[in-house]
């Protein structure tokens, strides 16, 4: 599949890995699964670079509108499981 991720202009070069970092998580969570630690560490990562919570769901929702995917339900996942316990996502197209 060939998409963009959702991206600010304002961002730094780190700033736009550690997001790209969260999208490739919550990919893997749906195309063959993420453990969950693997996950959180990763949301964490966007959460320095997006710590508002408007802003964190206008950027999952492009990014589910391009992909398919939607965060909310593996990172609620994540926060609920046990460490490394393997998190899969349901596609939702």
């Not at 710590?51 to 929702?61: G, H």
Request: with cysteine.
């Amino acid at each position: 599949m060939e998409y963009s991720y959702p991206i600010r202009p304002d961002w730094s070069t780190a700033e736009i890995i550690a997001v790209a970092a969260f999208y490739e998580a919550v990919e893997k969570a749906y195309e063959s699964g993420i453990p969950g630690e693997e996950l959180m560490v990763a949301y964490l990562g966007f959460k320095k670079v997006v710590p508002s919570m408007a802003e964190e769901k206008t950027l999952c929702k492009e990014f589910e509108d391009a992909s398919g995917y939607v965060c909310y339900p593996v990172v609620q996942a994540a926060k609920k499981a046990d460490g490394m316990e393997e998190i899969k996502g349901m596609p939702s197209r």
